[in-house]
C-alpha cells in the first residue's frame, strides 16, 4: 500500500489523494475516514464510561459533531505531517 507519486517540475516527489491498493486506486479519504471512525468509537466509549454524554440533551447530535470535529482534525494532521516530510 503506497501513494502514487507524482514529479514536481523542480524535481520534487509531489503526493496526490490515491493510494494503490494492489493495482486498485482508493482515495485517502476513505483511509482518514476510517481512522476518524476508529478514533471516534474509542472517544464515545470512553464518553460513555466517564459520563460525558449526560452533559449533553441530544446524544446523535453530539455523536455527528464529535465525528465531523475528529475527522477534521485527522485531516488536518495528514496535511501537516505531509507538508513536514517533504
Known sequence: MQ???LRHPCGAILV???ISLGGVYIPALV???LLALVLFA???SLMSIL???RLFSN???VDIALLVILMGAVVVCSSIIQSVTL
Open 51 to 53: 459520563g460525558g454524554y
Open 31 to 33: 483511509f482518514l475516514g
Open 16 to 18: 496526490i489523494g490515491e
Open 42 to 44: 474509542f472517544v464515545s
Open 59 to 61: 446524544r446523535p447530535l
Open 3 to 5: 501513494p502514487v507519486p
